[in-house]
């Protein structure tokens, strides 16, 4: 079932602003409870051919029934298509999702068989090939989507100072409910 229910989402992410008013609930500051329109089918499937990746179904249907973030874990969920709105400042996120879009990355082969926790230190940005930034926690810690390899699909953190490189969640859905769960 790879199907989103946009109403169902939508509603809950109100309820959620609702109960946080001021903002407080950490990164509704950035991502502030807006949840963008869905992507077109063309846009997504232009996206994957000029990568050369097929998305994983449940993420893909996510961006073309729901929408395309911010509304999401952490600091929200990046777009797929388009950078986040200038925001005034420089972020590391900004360069992160830039460096997503070069040629070959996201179709390179994920480079770890197994979870790698602990600090792994420079260069981070090498185990990171073949997935997909989701989404920002700050101080370098981002949830990033296996595109392919035995691991496609799972969502994993990136934290080189002190957590490694380790699975999550084991799926997109699995990782947006768990948000859209959280009290």
Same mark, same amino acid.
């Given at each position: 079932m790879d199907s989103w229910d946009e109403g169902g989402v939508r509603a809950r992410i109100r309820e959620m602003a609702a109960r946080d008013p001021g903002l407080e609930r950490f990164g509704a =500051?950035?991502?502030?409870?807006?949840?963008?329109?869905?992507?077109?089918?063309?846009e997504i499937r232009a996206f994957e051919e000029t990568h050369g990746i097929a998305l994983?179904?449940?993420?893909?249907?996510?961006v073309a029934e729901v929408g395309n !973030?911010?509304?999401g874990p952490c600091h929200g969920l990046m777009p797929l298509t388009v950078p986040r709105p200038e925001a005034g400042e420089e972020w590391a996120?900004?360069?992160?999702?830039?460096? =997503?879009?070069?040629p070959g990355r996201l179709a390179a082969p994920f480079p770890l068989p197994e979870p790698r926790p602990g600090p792994i230190g420079p260069p981070a940005d090498a185990l990171s090939?073949?997935?997909?930034?989701?989404?920002?926690? !700050?101080?370098?810690?981002?949830?990033?989507?296996?595109?392919?390899g035995p691991r496609a699909g799972e969502v994993w953190?990136? =934290?080189p100072d002190w957590g490694g490189f380790v699975p999550?969640?084991?799926d997109f859905r699995a990782w947006y409910a768990d948000w859209l769960a959280s009290p």
């Open positions: =500051d950035t991502h502030r409870y807006e949840l963008g329109p869905a992507l077109p089918e063309a994983p179904a449940d993420y893909r249907s996510f !973030g911010p509304a996120v900004d360069d992160e999702w830039e460096q =997503d879009r070069l090939l073949g997935t997909l930034m989701l989404a920002e926690h !700050g101080c370098g810690v981002f949830d990033r989507l296996v595109l392919n953190q990136i =934290d999550v969640r084991p």
